[in-house]
Each structure stands twice: as C-alpha cells, then as structure tokens.
C-alpha cells in the first residue's frame, strides 16, 4: 500500500501553525476541514470559533468563520442558523468555552434543538489563559489555580456537560471521542462526520466532545499526554456514543 | 397610510418589521414586554426569526449571528438586560456589524424600579461596553417618532455599519398615541461583506481579536473616522420657540414632552422660554448648543436622572452660559408645573442681570 499525504481543500496552506507541539486543535482543525470536504460543505460552511487557543482557527480554515466572546458561539451559531438556514453552522469551542462561561448558551441552543453542530474540544485546563481550572480539569489534577490540586470538596466536580445536554430530546447526536491514537483519531473523524450528516439531514442538534491533549499546560511531552488521555482522562469521561436520535421519527 | 393608535412597545416593533428587520431576539423584563411579544406575533406572521432567548447575552448575540449574514436584527431590553447586551455590542462595534437595540429605561441602579427614568444615558452615549467605540443613539419624545426614528435607525446601521441605539423609557414604550407608520421597506441595502459561505470565491472571517497593536490602532482610527462622519451628517434636534427665548431648556425624550407642556404655561404669563431638544443624543447637538451661548446665557437642563446629559450640555456651552440643572431620578416622572416653577424661578435671574 502506498501512503497518501493529500492537502485538505478547506486547510489553509503555508501557515505556520499557532498551536503548541503535540496539542490537539490542530488534529481536529484537519479533521474537520476533512469531513467537510468529504461532504461537500466547506462552501456553505460558517464556524463559529471561540476565546480560547482556537481563537486563531480562521489562520487555517479555508472556509467562512465568525469569532464569539468568550462562550457565547452557540448564541452567534443560532442567530446565523436561523437567519440563512441553507447555511451549515458549527461551532468549535473549548471547555470553558462551553461548560464554564457559556454554560447557559450551551444548554439552551441545545435544548431548543438548534440544527448546529458543535465541536467541544476537552482539554481538563483553559489552555489560553495559562492553564487554570476548567470545570472538565480533573480530580487532584494540578492547574495554577488549583496549585495543590482540584479538590472536590473545595473546587468543585469534574462537569459531564454532554452527558447533561444528551438527555435532551432535541440533542439528536452525542458523542465523545479521543485525540490520544490513530484509532482515536479515526473515531473522532467518524463522529464529527456523523454529527455534521445529522444537520445536513435537518435532524437537530449535535455535539461531539473530543478529549484532547494539551502537553503544555499538562507539562507532559506530547508522547506522554496522548497516553494521559487514554489512561487517565478516559476514566473520568468514558468514550462512547451518549445519545443517538437519528432514527427518531418526526 | 392609515392612522392607528399604538402604544410605544409596539411601534418599535412594527417599524422595525416595516423597516426590513427580519430577526428579533429578546428576553423578557418590564417595561417592555409587549416589544418582545408583538414579534412574537408579527415577526413571525411576516415570516421572520423571533426567539425568546435564555438571556440578554444569549439574545445580543444572535443578533450578531443574523447580522453576519446580512440580516437586519434587532433585540431590545430594559436597563439591566441592556447592561447584560454591553459584551455583544462592544463586539458588534468591532466587526462593525449593523444592528438595532432599544432599551425601554427603567429606574436603577441594580434591579431598581419598573418606573420610567433616563438613568442609562452615560452608558449609552459613551459607547457603554469596553474598547474604543461609539454608538449612534436616538431617542425618541413620541410613539410616532418611535417609528420614524427606528425605521431610520436600520438605515443609520447599515449605512455606517455600526449597532444603533434606540433610548427610550417606560413611559414611551407604554403610552398610546396615533401613528402613522413608514411605509414597508421594498428593497434591503446589498451586503457585500456578509458572510454566506465561501462557494467557490476565497474564504473570509469576521473577527474582533487584532493582536498586532498597530493594526489595532489602525482599527480603532478607522472607527474613529467613521464616527466623525456620523458626527457631521447624522446630529438632529428639535429646536422649539427658541427664536426669541432669553432661557433654554435642554432636555430629551419623556422629559422634553414634560417640558413642553411647561413652557407653554409659563409662555402665557410672558416668559420666554424655548427649547433644544436633542434627537440624536450621540451625536449630541453640540454645535447648535453652541450657537445659541452666543445670545442666551440661561439654560436649565431637565433630566429623569441625576444629571447625564447635563455633562455634554456643559461640555457644548463651555462656560459661555449659565447651567440650571433639575433631575428626578429613580423612576419619579415630573410634571410640567414642576418645570415651570424652576423655569419661572430661573428666568427671574435673567430678567435681574438685565436691569
Ligand atoms: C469574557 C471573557 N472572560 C475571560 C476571557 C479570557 N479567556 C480567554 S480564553 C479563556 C479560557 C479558554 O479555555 P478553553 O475554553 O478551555 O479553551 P482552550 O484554550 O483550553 O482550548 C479565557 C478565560 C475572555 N476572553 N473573555
Ligand atoms: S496551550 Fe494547550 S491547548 Fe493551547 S495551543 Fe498549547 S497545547 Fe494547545
Ligand atoms: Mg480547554
């Protein structure tokens, strides 16, 4: 077999990337410019990027991409959906990006069925700040704001928050997946196709949680922060499809 | 057209729809629930987007989600929610994006009151959110300039690309008054830069993060300059018998219909009286305040508030004329015999200084 290093149409090329060694968002960035070519999308495509690393996505997507305050993309992604809803709409977003600060845009644009998708990148830190308590960082784990580490009784549980949307009857697709192997990264793929499909189709929302690494603020190596996902972090949130509506009628 | 008698709520709504505003997002509060509630009902009969969002951050940026796209949106609150909408349309000011927002006043500071009052002037004529940026602010004295001027506002934020801001409060939106509206809007402004996928063109974004502080500052003088043109082609004030008047009240909205009704009383018993009523309160009538120091030296300054306006009144007369202020803030509406009695009493040291 022959391998191919094919250039996805929808990725920027002759950029110098933003992203630290071995994170994760620039993994998924290809992946999504994939799918959207694979479905034919990335002319209709809006992205709804956030404050967090992946502020600097439009650097790479060769499609149209709007920028959101801090936590409010699924808000910005309703109000294009629902204006040109010829229009395919996701969001990408960070943990505090959508569990923190926009909890609340979070769980009513999906509550209210909006037919986006989004794309929830879970990296236990806010990368871009530093590396601070997010509310998916883990218990005991170490962030400069929890220097001795998360404890629960004082900081809080890790939030399952698409475990909560997924419950809701018009969360369509839930699904989370890990950046931590060529398998993981083929799985990712496959959810992030199947939540897009689901809006092609007019079926509803869809979220797709992807655990990814992010070995700065972790303070690991690359190497070793793809085996945290897997060993670690896949304890405290299972990999697995949560919800699956798509067969729902009406 | 036909007249039809209409509370303030509901002419915003209605002109809003006339004016080609096809998305509206809102999230309830007093006193300007029947806005929220007629889109409810219109937008959608006129085959619009209405949503009752989770919130007035949620619901401002839908707005700038509609807007990208090219639509004219709206969404409107009273005074804490339009605090909530500072983020979103500090962000609206950056991706120069056009939208309307109406804020029904209300008493404050925190929950206050339900009670009319202008207590949000400073926030909304000073931009109100963070970051270099200015708003266009219009506010309205009666509900048939709450339809001209909403209408006109949609044109003002297309044309210069930038949020606008109807300030009104509880007693404009709730009262009721014969309005003839603008006709319905036949043909919407072409929108090159919206965003509507790339096709097979180059793919753009709409961003506000400009990390290069050069080209940060380039950003915000463009905006500047922008703003300068609105200053010079988009100030309106009502001037009323100002002609031969020795004192000149300034005051907008609720209270300039108040102090009508005051000099017209005190008019009868010979005292000179006019006043400059501002329309647009950013840009403010600055050089018409200006002009009139030249020959009148006594201004009183009326306000629902403690005192707002009366700093850019201040700032237009630069010590060239007397200032009176009088403000009831907190939700009290004054009447036009309260008025008087000042304007009475203040004229009274004109006519002294004369002798
Ligand atoms: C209103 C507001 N508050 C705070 C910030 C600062 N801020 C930017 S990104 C971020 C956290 C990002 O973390 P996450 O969403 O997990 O994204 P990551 O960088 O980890 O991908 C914070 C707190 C902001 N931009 N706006
Ligand atoms: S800080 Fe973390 S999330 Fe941000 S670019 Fe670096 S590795 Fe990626
Ligand atoms: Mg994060």
């Known amino acids: 077999m022959k391998l191919k290093n094919t250039w996805p149409k929808y990725y920027k090329r002759d950029v110098v990337t933003h992203y630290c060694p071995g994170c994760g968002h620039g993994i998924v960035h290809r992946i999504v410019a994939e799918v959207l070519e694979e479905l034919d999308l990335g002319g209709r495509a809006i992205c709804v990027n956030p404050a967090g690393c992946a502020v600097l996505a439009y650097l790479y997507f060769d499609f149209d991409v709007i920028e959101s305050a801090h936590g409010r993309g699924t808000a910005i992604a309703t109000g294009v959906k629902r204006s040109r809803p010829d229009l395919f709409v996701f969001t990408y977003q960070g943990d505090g990006d959508l569990s923190a600060i926009g909890t609340a845009e979070t769980i009513h644009s999906a509550n209210r069925g909006e037919n986006i998708a989004v794309i929830f990148i879970n990296n236990a830190v806010y990368g871009m700040t530093g590396g601070q308590m997010a509310p998916t960082t883990l218990i005991d784990m170490k962030t400069t704001t929890t220097p001795a580490g998360r404890d629960p009784k004082y900081d809080g549980y890790p939030l399952h928050i698409t475990e909560v949307v997924a419950q809701f009857p018009g969360v369509v697709y839930a699904e989370r997946v890990a950046i931590d192997s060529p398998t993981g990264i083929r799985k990712t793929k496959k959810a992030i196709a199947a939540a897009f499909q689901t809006q092609v189709d007019g079926l509803g929302y869809s979220i797709i949680e992807v655990l990814s690494p992010c070995p700065t603020n972790w303070k690991q190596s690359p190497v070793d922060s793809f085996k945290w996902v897997s060993e670690v972090m896949t304890t405290e949130f299972p990999l697995g499809v949560l919800t699956d509506k798509r067969s729902r009628k009406g | ?355």
């Open chain 2, 1 to 355: 057209m036909n007249k039809v008698f209409i509370s303030g709520n509901h002419a915003f709504g209605e002109a809003a729809i006339r004016a080609g505003c096809s998305c509206y997002f809102g999230y309830p509060i007093t006193p300007q629930n029947e806005l929220g509630e007629y889109m409810a009902e219109h937008m959608r009969a006129a085959g619009g987007v209405f949503i009752q969002s989770e919130s007035e951050t949620a619901a401002i940026n839908m707005v700038i989600g509609a807007a990208a796209t090219g639509a004219r949106a709206m969404t409107s609150s009273s005074s804490p929610g339009i605090s909530l909408k500072q983020e979103g349309i500090s962000f609206l000011a950056g991706f120069e994006l056009p939208a309307v927002i109406v804020n029904v006043m209300r008493g404050g500071p925190g929950l206050g009151n339900i009670a009319p009052s202008q207590g949000d002037y400073f926030q909304a004529t000073r931009g109100g959110g963070h970051g270099d940026y200015r708003t266009p602010v219009f506010a309205p004295a009666s509900v048939q300039e709450i339809a001209d001027l909403t209408y006109h506002a949609f044109d003002i934020a297309d044309r210069y690309r930038t949020p606008v801001m109807m300030l009104s409060d509880g007693m404009m939106g709730q009262m009721k008054e014969p309005v003839v509206f603008p006709e319905k809007i036949k043909e919407l402004p072409k929108k090159e830069w919206a965003l509507k996928g790339r096709g097979d063109g180059p793919s753009r974004y709409m961003c506000s993060l400009i990390l290069d502080v050069m080209e940060m500052e380039r950003h915000n003088w463009k905006l500047v300059r922008k703003y300068a043109e609105i200053e010079k082609d988009e100030v309106r004030y009502e001037p009323y018998l100002i002609d031969d008047a020795e004192i000149i009240v300034i005051a907008y909205g609720t209270t300039a219909r108040i102090a009508k009704g005051a000099i017209k009383r005190v008019r009868k018993d010979g005292v000179r009286a006019g006043m400059l009523r501002p329309i647009t309160l950013w840009p403010f009538p600055k050089k018409a305040l200006a002009e009139l120091s030249a020959r009148v030296k006594q201004f009183v300054v009326f306000e629902m508030s403690t005192g707002q306006m009366l700093e850019d009144v201040q700032i237009a007369l630069a010590g060239k004329a007397d200032i009176m202020f009088h403000g009831r803030p907190g939700g009290v509406v004054p009447t036009p015999i309260e008025f008087s009695r000042i304007i009475y009493r203040e004229y009274q040291k004109v006519t002294k200084k004369d002798k």
